[in-house]
Antibody
Framework: QVQLVESGGGVVQPGGSLRLSCAASGFSFSSYGFHWVRQAPGKGLEWVTFIRYDGSDKYYADSVKGRFTISRDNSKNTLYLQMNSLRDEDTAVYYC?????????????WGQGTMLTVSS | QSALTQPASVSGSPGQSITISCTGTSSDVGGYNYVSWYQQHPGKAPKLMIYEVSNRPSGVSNRFSGSKSGNTASLTISGLQAEDEADYYCSSYTSSSSLVVFGGGTKLTVL
């Protein structure tokens, strides 16, 4: 079935790094763009970053620009989020989400989320 | 502070209709037809309910509908059911430095 499965979350000290992965199955991964969206505990959704289907364009929220890098491996049907210089305020559940077929800006398939805690 | 403004909470009785508003600017909601709505139950991932202002994905009940007027988009749920109780978020494409912005979310309570 169509699904996205995130992994790689955990506890990291401020200033540290971590890489999240998102494995896709049940559809043509290489045909779609993907987003990362995060949700701090008890808070709302925050868009983080987007990558086009072929990796040619990437966009970032101001809050993570210069610290986070989105990438993908279409041969492995996997999306990544490299996070460096982590801050307390990066603590959140991170979701990967597939763009809707006709629109970059809507997310029609979501993973279950992976939790990142930044704490000393 | 979120880029899009939603009411913190709304409520309604079973069978009634409710509307959730989402107010932005001409740089996002008002300038483009790329407004989406998501439903999120506690501890679950969000679910797409409406995209491009008024389009429903396959499998979403026709009790959910979307519209837009000026800088404000709206999600209407008719024939409220207990399972509609959830948090609802709007989002929009934005021409600002980010690509997508979300509203702060609205908690729907079915009385």
């Amino acid at each position: 079935q169509v699904q996205l499965v995130e992994s790689g979350g955990g506890v990291v000290q401020p200033g540290g790094s971590l890489r999240l992965s998102c494995a896709a199955s049940g559809f043509s991964f290489s045909s779609y763009g993907f987003h990362w969206v995060r949700q701090a505990p008890g808070k709302g959704l925050e868009w983080v970053t987007f990558i086009r289907y072929d990796g040619s364009d990437k966009y970032y929220a101001d809050s993570v620009k210069g610290r986070f890098t989105i990438s993908r491996d279409n041969s492995k049907n996997t999306l990544y989020l490299q996070m460096n210089s982590l801050r307390d305020e990066d603590t959140a559940v991170y979701y990967c989400a597939k763009q809707e077929s006709s629109s970059w800006y809507a997310f029609d398939i979501w993973g279950q989320g992976t939790m990142l805690t930044v704490s000393s | 502070q979120s880029a899009l403004t939603q009411p913190a909470s709304v409520s309604g009785s079973p069978g009634q209709s409710i509307t959730i508003s989402c107010t932005g600017t001409s740089s996002d909601v008002g300038g483009y037809n790329y407004v989406s709505w998501y439903q999120q139950h506690p501890g679950k991932a969000p679910k797409l309910m409406i995209y491009e202002v008024s389009n429903r994905p396959s499998g979403v009940s026709n009790r959910f509908s979307g519209s837009k007027s000026g800088n404000t988009a709206s999600l209407t749920i008719s024939g409220l059911q207990a399972e509609d109780e959830a948090d609802y978020y709007c989002s929009s494409y934005t021409s600002s430095s980010s690509l997508v912005v979300f509203g702060g979310g609205t908690k729907l309570t079915v009385l």
